[in-house]
């Protein structure tokens, strides 16, 4: 894991014992020529089998060389699902039924006891569905908004640069002066919702006075709800702000992972548009056949019985492979971040993303499918945990399963959190990964689960407000140029949609940065070196995990 010795004497870091450097190595092997005598040859003791070698522990840090393949089979597994979804996709496509729209033009033939296509059918619906598209497309509403969601995504480039900046430098500035407006906007829109749907007479009848007051009193109390939240983390914004600010000042120096996180998953929407394809066509695989009703005889649509079966199989793939996107996007930012944090000061690696993108989807590529295969299935099981809920089944043994799997997912979450980017830096599997993260935070003091996450509501606060800010300009401007009336409203909503889920992205991006550095900062801590005295000065008020008790005796350098 550890790195080659070339670049290991390039990055020497700031030592917190340089001045008590031993002459020797930390762990060296006595020889037979040593002039003390030797003490009596013990038995030594047996270690505990339940607990980890922790010299093991003592060369995480980045690995700069080249890694051995990991987690293969579930690359393999994750390959022969994407293999089978596109063969059978295609099988679908060369194998479908033209008659699958023209059901409507078969009718019951006695004679033969099939159904047989009428001649004289013809469909022009395609025709009207096509005539009022057009119509629709040549409305005034569909040309402002057009207009206005391609200028706010223009737009929305230089927004996330510029709140990058200002979050680097103006931190404090920035965060503090838009903390009340997380309480001034929500009830700005309430009042001016309950007073616009009350002059309106449309609105009024559609929403009586009674269900207006109770939307007016529900908001006022999720408002109530941020201020609690505010008030009860007050003593930690100060530290947040800063972790915030040293989060941004290492994404600034790494910028080119604005444009690889988008393009993954603008390759990811690639790789989906033909499943989605394979989807539609697959459904035009069966035959019409005759059915009996009360002795009516009709012709209806019978899929083939291999159908549904593919779209299971299609949807899991996709659903495996969003997870496991997300995750290879998590990789890589952690592998440039660690790559900037474990390099000298003021000079940044070269190649870092170009060589995190290759961990990725090379030697780490089953690490990363495994981790999206549990994602997905925690996923996939809380789905069912929840629909099982809404049906409110009743019985003690109902209760008791909920419980059960909602722990195990808690417990799969538990292990995931930073597993991933602890693989980013060194390479390690999946199973290896996420033990060593555990045991490093605990022998720190750590914890596990990342206590800031205050971060993240700030950050979403931050652009809910910027993003609220914008749509508001969006509909004055288009009250003022344009006249469409009501539906200036929807447009305005559109627009921020549209912004809210970009500045999600960067929030998105900024997090998974704050979460590489806090990794890096651990391994940091552990080895008793500080290679960004920045984020130390910072990360060092943490508080610390009162759960986690160190099992190991603190080394001692010399003994």
Do not use: H, M
């Given at each position: 894991m550890a790195s080659t010795e070339e670049e290991t004497t390039t990055?020497?870091?700031?030592?917190?014992?340089?001045?008590?450097?031993?002459?020797?190595?930390?762990?060296?092997?006595?020889?037979?020529?040593?002039?003390?005598?030797?003490?009596?040859?013990?038995?030594?003791?047996?270690?505990?089998?339940?607990?980890?070698?922790?010299t093991q522990f003592l060369q995480i840090s980045f690995n700069y060389g080249p890694r051995p393949f990991k987690d293969l089979p579930f690359l393999i597994l994750f390959l022969l699902l994407v293999l089978c979804t596109f063969a059978f996709g295609i099988f679908s496509i060369f194998h479908r039924n033209a008659n699958y729209s023209n059901v409507s033009s078969f009718s019951y033939d006695s004679n033969s006891t099939s159904c047989v296509q009428d001649a004289s059918f013809l469909s022009n619906s395609n025709w009207v569905f096509r005539s009022s598209l057009f119509s629709l497309s040549s409305s005034s509403l569909w040309?402002?908004?057009?207009?206005?969601?391609?200028?706010?995504?223009?737009?929305?480039?230089?927004?996330?640069f510029l709140l990058l900046l200002l979050l680097k430098h103006y931190t404090k500035q920035i965060v503090y002066g838009l903390l009340p407006f997380f309480i001034i906007m929500p009830i700005f829109f309430d009042v001016y919702w309950f007073v616009a749907c009350t002059l309106s007479s449309y609105c009024s009848d559609a929403f009586p006075l009674v269900y207006r007051f109770l939307v007016l009193v529900f908001v006022l109390l999720i408002v109530g709800i941020i201020v609690w939240i505010i008030v009860a983390n007050w003593h930690r914004i100060e530290l947040t702000v800063r972790i915030i600010s040293v989060a941004s000042d290492a994404l600034s120096r790494n910028l080119g992972l604005f444009l690889v996180i988008p393009l993954l998953t603008v390759g990811l929407v690639v790789y989906y548009?033909?499943?989605?394809v394979f989807l539609v066509f697959a459904r035009f695989n069966g035959k019409i056949v005759a059915k009996e009703s009360n002795?009516?005889?009709?012709?209806?649509?019978?899929?083939?019985?291999?159908?549904?079966a593919y779209y299971t199989l299609a949807i899991l793939t996709m659903l495996w492979s969003l997870t496991t996107m997300?995750?290879?996007?998590?990789?890589?930012?952690?592998?440039?971040?660690?790559?900037?944090?474990?390099?000298?000061?003021?000079?940044?690696?070269?190649?870092?993303?170009?060589?995190?993108?290759?961990?990725?989807?090379?030697?780490?590529?089953g690490t990363v499918c495994l981790s999206g295969l549990l994602i997905c299935a925690v996923r996939v099981v809380r789905a069912v945990v929840d629909s099982a809920r809404q049906e409110d089944v009743p019985g003690i043994v109902s209760l008791v399963l909920r419980c059960c799997v909602n722990a195990l997912l808690s417990a799969i979450d538990f292990v995931n959190k930073f597993t991933i980017n602890f693989a980013a830096i060194t390479g390690e599997a999946y199973c290896t990964s996420a033990r060593m993260t555990y045991e490093l935070l605990r022998r720190n003091l750590l914890s596990a689960v990342f206590v800031e996450t205050v971060s993240t509501r700030l950050l979403a606060g931050v652009i809910f407000v910027l993003s609220a800010l914008y749509a508001i300009v969006v509909f004055a401007i288009l009250k003022g140029v344009s006249d469409l009336g009501v539906n200036a409203y929807i447009v305005a909503v559109l627009a921020w949609v549209l912004l809210l889920v970009v500045l999600g992205f960067f929030v998105h991006l900024l997090d998974n940065v704050i979460e590489t550095v806090y990794v890096c900062y651990a391994i940091d801590r552990d080895k008793g070196e500080v290679y960004k005295q920045e984020v130390h000065e910072v990360y060092v008020h943490l508080p610390i995990s009162r759960n986690s008790r160190s099992s190991y005796p603190s080394r001692t350098l010399g003994v």
């Open positions: 990055t020497k870091p700031i030592s917190l014992y340089d001045a008590a450097l031993p002459t020797e190595p930390l762990l060296f092997k006595p020889t037979t020529s040593s002039t003390y005598p030797s003490p009596p040859i013990e038995e030594p003791a047996q270690p505990d089998p339940s607990e980890p070698d922790p040309t402002n908004l057009i207009w206005t969601l391609v200028i706010t995504l223009i737009l929305s480039v230089p927004i996330c548009a033909p499943i989605v002795g009516d005889y009709t012709c209806v649509w019978k899929q083939d019985s291999w159908v549904p997300v995750e290879a996007q998590v990789y890589v930012i952690s592998g440039t971040v660690a790559q900037w944090y474990f390099s000298k000061d003021e000079k940044k690696p070269k190649r870092s993303i170009r060589s995190s993108l290759r961990n990725a989807f090379g030697p780490s590529s």
